[in-house]
């Protein structure tokens, strides 16, 4: 994989412009859910569960400029105004979503946050998620780690390194904790396969469930950032997805890679946690936990075998295409 250089200093200067960007941008968002849940004014995109609202629009609008008086020369893809793929291209580019968790932040519920991404060379580099409710900053620059930080009530507390405590045994799927969510995308033949995939991660096969893995439990958080987050902490020790697009996942992409996870896109795609334009773009997500190596398998093999099981168990299906 080959990416242009730019000076690890300007990274870190970018990075940091970003976190301050993010923890503007999370004033907004605390002043848009209050708004938001006083009015109701909330609208739907393709359908009466994909939400947007006057906030998700004012957080991208506030982060162009930003990145537009700082970094001129910068491209841009934002949930709110690129929802076409356009071609990528080798130059830096923010990959942002203003609100990741829209249906939680219209609700109240309170996981949601900013996910912004830096790509370079068409690989995410850099990755700031911000959830603004529960003062949670997770940060990522490649080559120098992950960590979760809580700026505004513990600021005199380091940023801790992620995976947060030493990556627990992982050896099947059986006691595993599962990120994954209902998405928007409701039809009936995708939802037979999303409740099929579900069955069998969580059921019991001592109790009919054929091909069940006994999961110790599966977790809808609502923000793909932030099941990322999650995953590169050590919390959840998969996350799964089909249906999301590059904003959603590009910041949290290289925050996992930096905690030790393995990204990967679809059902059979190579397992060299290289996340490239086709698995930003490929809208099929998974993402496993750090594993220590143990005396008989290295921490990566077991974490490819992992995802090969996972993807054995789960059902496989095409979002459908969005309306032109
Ligand atoms: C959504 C959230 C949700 C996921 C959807 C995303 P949004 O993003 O990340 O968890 O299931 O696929 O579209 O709409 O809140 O920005
Ligand atoms: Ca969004």
Redesign the pocket.
């Known amino acids: 994989m080959s990416i242009p250089a730019l000076a690890d200093a300007e990274l870190q200067e970018v990075l940091a412009f970003t976190v301050a960007l993010a923890r503007k941008a999370g004033e907004l968002i605390l002043e848009g859910s209050a708004v938001i849940r006083a009015t109701g004014a909330v609208d739907e995109k393709k359908n009466a569960v994909?939400?947007v609202t006057e906030y998700d629009r004012r957080v991208e609008e506030l982060v162009v400029a930003e990145i537009k008086a700082r970094y001129p020369g910068f491209k841009f893809i934002g949930?709110e105004t690129s929802s076409a793929r356009a071609p990528m291209t080798e130059e830096p580019t923010f990959c942002v979503?203003p609100?990741?968790?829209?249906?939680n932040f219209v609700h109240g519920f309170p996981h949601v946050c900013i996910s912004l991404g830096l790509i370079l060379g068409k690989r995410p580099v850099l990755g700031v998620i911000y959830n603004p409710f529960l003062d949670e900053l997770y940060t990522g620059l490649r080559g120098h780690g992950a960590f979760l930080a809580h700026p505004a009530t513990r600021p005199a507390l380091a940023p801790a390194r992620l995976p947060l405590s030493a990556p627990r045994p992982f050896p099947n799927l059986q006691g595993a904790l599962l990120g994954v969510?209902?998405?928007?995308d409701r039809s009936a033949p995708l939802m037979d396969k999303k409740a099929a995939s579900f069955t069998r991660l969580g059921g019991n096969p001592a109790e009919g469930v054929a091909g069940g893995k006994m999961a110790h439990s599966l977790r809808s958080?609502?923000?793909?950032?932030l099941?990322y987050g999650l995953v590169a902490q050590g919390g959840l020790d998969v996350y799964w997805?089909i249906?999301?697009?590059p904003w959603?996942i590009c910041a949290g992409a290289i925050i996992a890679q930096e905690a030790g996870c393995l990204v990967a896109g679809k059902h059979g795609a190579p397992l060299d946690n290289d996340v490239d334009e086709e698995i930003l773009w490929g809208r099929k997500y998974i993402v496993i936990r750090a594993i220590g190596d143990s005396p008989t398998e290295k921490g990566v093999d077991a974490q490819k075998r992992l995802v090969r099981e996972f993807y054995d168990t789960v059902e496989d299906f095409d979002p459908p295409a969005p309306k032109a």
């Open positions: 994909d939400l949930e979503d609100i990741d968790g829209t249906t969510e209902w998405g928007s958080v609502g923000s793909a950032a099941n997805e249906g999301c697009w959603d």
